[in-house]
């Protein structure tokens, strides 16, 4: 692995963003606005609700972390589809950088666009709705880590798919934190799902850290096996993401797609 | 026409050894088991009707695309096998891969200059400007350039590791006549210093016999001729290579057999 390869990626992202107000409004506009909302629903929650239950930290809290999974991912898919856009594969692919190489330049564009907007996001919901993630304890870092390793996971997931299938296929990118947010329980217990639905959830790596908060919440304790395994799936996600990335390069430069990919426009 | 040098002998002496190169489409075959090399110090033309193969070889050399089988190799390194290394002495420019048009002139030379590892890249980037009469748009978005100047830059970039081997894909097809002699004059002021090899493809027949010491003829993915083009002109009755392409790109069946 060349660092210096990898932070040519870096700095192509962020020259890029600096050159364009349409590349960073986006890092932290929608999450501000979704913890401005959800900020004050909370607020009216807690005043209609009975006391002694403080939906911030439940629904806020929730909110911002699953903000941060779907940023950490769309940094990911994000970075790659710049290349895509500007029809840069073959410049890319022939030079000695190594898909390790471009997927970490990739990651490392995730992270520095991510602190973006979770730092705008921790700013709204501490100083203006209150939240406090004192209360989360250290199991906070198990969220985020977990988080941030199945953001990656994801993002790198769906750039093997717009590779394979081509620069149309990022429409089917944009929906999938959507898909899985109703398995993943970000606002309700995972009791409330149906039987097959609670399946799907217990391979979801989000699933436990959502439980997670509500239990703390709730006064208990996140359970700390149950986050281990939440780490060790997300661990596991990642790996198998990489390898389908490889995967699908490998058969795109037997058959030829870097190359026609190259040379199509994208209409 | 430009005095050749001798092939080169030795396997020392090559840059580049291609051996029984094959890729197929389901049933078309774009290379048909091509064996070819390039000297130190040699431009090698690789020409060709459109689809005859240049730019599926080519691309086959850089890694983008996959052989069915045969070998490549880069002073020696196997392009299958040492990727990495075998690409980092290499560079290309191709009419059909521009750089990123939303990025500058200087963004994209110090980009690719990081993953070529190019060391002192600063003054690497400031030379490369002069010597491509960039200065002017250093900091101008490349999607604003014209393709003359797109083709500049992508020229500076293949310069820029001072690659052992570097391909050129009809590297003059948007430049103006006096852009186009500046630019061969600087490839073969590449190519004399020894120590590097280039290969070539263009259509156009009069900067071929200029620029190439020896040349290919490519046809339906086969090697049809090879050699020096005067030497070739003589053997054939040719007066110009441009007589001898249109030959082998309307009869290429009467060649095979050679």
Redesign the interface.
């Known amino acids: 692995m060349?660092w210096?390869?990898m932070?040519?990626i870096v700095?192509?992202y962020f020259?890029?963003l600096r050159?364009?107000p349409a590349r960073i409004v986006p890092l932290f506009a929608w999450a501000g606005i979704d913890i401005v909302l959800w900020g004050f629903i909370s607020r009216y929650l807690n005043s209609v609700a009975s006391a002694g239950f403080n939906f911030v930290p439940a629904l806020l809290g929730a909110v911002l972390l699953w903000d941060f999974l779907i940023r950490i991912m769309q940094g990911v898919t994000m970075a790659f589809f710049?290349d895509v856009w500007?029809?840069?594969?073959?410049?890319?692919?022939?030079?000695?950088?190594?898909i390790s190489e471009y997927l970490g330049g990739l990651v490392l564009s995730s992270i520095s666009t991510s602190v973006v907007g979770l730092v705008v996001m921790l700013l709204l919901a501490t100083t203006v709705f209150g939240l406090s993630f004192l209360g989360y304890g250290l199991a906070l870092v198990q969220f985020l880590l977990t988080l941030f390793l199945f953001g990656i996971a994801l993002g790198v997931f769906a750039s093997a798919i717009v590779l394979r299938l081509g620069p149309a296929a990022e429409w089917f990118i944009w929906p999938i934190p959507a898909l899985l947010s109703p398995f993943a329980g970000v606002f309700y217990p995972l009791s409330t799902l149906p039987k097959w639905m609670q399946l799907v959830s217990r391979v979801l790596p989000p699933a436990y850290v959502f439980e997670g908060v509500r239990r703390i919440v709730a006064g208990g304790a996140a359970s700390g096996a149950a986050l281990a395994w939440a780490t060790v799936l997300a661990v596991v996600y990642l790996v198998l993401a990489c390898w389908f990335f490889a995967s699908v390069y490998?058969y795109a430069?037997?058959t030829?797609l870097?190359?026609r990919y190259?040379?199509e426009s994208l209409s | 026409m430009n005095e050749s040098r001798p092939a080169p002998e030795s396997p020392e002496d090559k840059i580049l050894v291609v051996t029984n190169l094959c890729k197929s489409?389901r049933e078309v075959v774009a290379v048909d088991c091509i064996s070819f090399h390039v000297g130190r110090g040699e431009i090698v033309g690789l020409l060709g009707p459109n689809g005859a193969g240049k730019?599926t070889t080519i691309?086959m050399i850089?890694?983008?695309?996959?052989p069915d089988s045969g070998s490549i190799r880069i002073e020696g390194l196997d392009v299958a096998t040492h990727?990495?290394?075998a690409?980092?002495r290499t560079n290309?420019a191709?009419v059909?891969?521009?750089?990123?048009?939303?990025?500058?002139v200087y963004?994209n030379l110090?980009?690719?200059g990081?993953?070529?590892?190019v060391g002192n890249l600063s003054e690497r980037i400031a030379a490369l400007l002069e010597q491509f009469d960039l200065e002017r748009f250093r900091d101008v978005r490349c999607g604003a350039l014209s393709s003359g100047e797109q083709t500049r830059v992508s020229l500076a970039?293949a310069m820029l590791n001072r690659p052992r081997l570097l391909l050129l894909d009809e590297p003059t097809a948007s430049l103006d006549p006096a852009a186009a002699r500046d630019m061969r004059d600087d490839i073969r002021e590449f190519a004399t210093q020894g120590e590097r090899g280039v290969l070539w493809t263009s259509h156009n027949m009069y900067e071929t016999e200029a620029v190439c010491d020896r040349v290919l003829f490519l046809s339906r993915g086969k090697i049809l001729l090879e050699g020096r083009p005067r030497e070739l002109l003589r053997e054939h009755g040719k007066a110009t290579l441009e007589e001898l392409f249109i030959a082998v790109a309307r009869e290429p069946l009467t060649l095979e057999g050679r």
Do not use: C, D
């Open positions: 060349h210096r390869r932070s040519a700095l192509r020259y890029l050159g364009s710049e500007s029809r840069n594969f073959l410049n890319i692919f022939a030079t000695p950088l190594s490998r430069v037997r030829g870097i190359v190259s040379a | 489409y730019s691309n850089l890694g983008v695309l996959e990727r990495s290394r690409l980092a290309f191709a059909y891969a521009p750089l990123p048009g939303n990025l500058t963004q110090r980009i690719f990081l993953i070529y590892g970039k």
